[in-house]
T-cell receptor
Framework: DGGITQSPKYLFRKEGQNVTLSCEQN?????MYWYRQDPGQGLRLIYY???????QKGDIAEGYSVSREKKESFPLTVTSAQKNPTAFYLC??????????FGPGTRLTVL | AQSVTQLDSHVSVSEGTPVLLRCNYS??????LFWYVQHPNKGLQLLLK??????LVKGINGFEAEFKKSETSFHLTKPSAHMSDAAEYFC????????????FGTGTRLQVFP
């Protein structure tokens, strides 16, 4: 059963902590993406990767970091430098210029 | 630069009546356009896409959209709303400077009343 999985579904972070959000896909897609969604706003691109061992900053990369060591995996780390990390985070994947397929999301809350 | 504007942040309809969600785009060239749907606390699902083929695009769940270049519009319609259509809808355009990137509208929340 192909698709994109994100874990955990809910995540709580204390001030000053780094946390890592997992994203895995078994669709054999080359490209993967991380988005942030805030209430009443569209999705904003954090980072994207078009190929293994390569990634580019999106529109709001400050305070975030990623890695792409495997084609199937694209984890996102929310660092303590991100001053307002509470949001819904969505991972997606695609083949080239085709439509993007989305995971179910992770809701991050800062305590 | 490409952009999309969703003209209504909220739309309310009665079950069984037509749905119209409006979207205008800005692009120097003929873009690729998409409509995605998001149910509460879920990921996004593709409803339909336009990629310079037929201007009337049919999608899943009875939705369709018409690409009108002269009006720079890509409105989403459905003849008869169902309670399960209540969700957030996003109009999306591809970034021609980097066609791996998508640019999202701010979303339209559709409410369906019985």
């Amino acid at each position: 059963d192909g698709g994109i999985t994100q874990s955990p579904k809910y995540l709580f972070r204390k001030e000053g902590q780094n946390v890592t959000l997992s994203c895995e896909q078994n669709l054999n897609h080359d490209a993967m993406y991380w988005y942030r969604q805030d209430p009443g706003q569209g999705l904003r691109l954090i980072y994207y990767s078009q190929i293994v061992n390569d990634f580019q900053k999106g529109d709001i990369a400050e305070g975030y970091s990623v890695s792409r060591e495997k084609k199937e995996s694209f984890p996102l780390t929310v660092t303590s430098a991100q001053k307002n990390p509470t949001a819904f985070y969505l991972c997606a994947s695609s083949i080239g210029t085709a439509e993007q397929f989305f995971g179910p999301g992770t809701r991050l809350t800062v305590l | 630069a490409q952009s999309v504007t969703q003209l209504d942040s909220h739309v309310s309809v009665s079950e069984g009546t037509p749905v119209l969600l409006r979207c205008n785009y800005s692009s120097s060239y003929s873009p690729s356009l998409f409509w995605y749907v998001q149910h509460p606390n879920k990921g996004l699902q593709l409803l339909l896409k336009y990629t310079s083929a037929a201007t009337l695009v049919k999608g899943i769940n009875g939705f369709e959209a018409e690409f009108k270049k002269s009006e720079t519009s890509f409105h989403l319609t459905k003849p008869s709303a169902h309670m399960s259509d209540a969700a957030e809808y996003f109009c999306v355009v591809s970034d021609l400077s980097n066609t791996d990137k998508l640019i999202f509208g701010t979303g339209t929340r559709l409410q369906v009343f019985p």
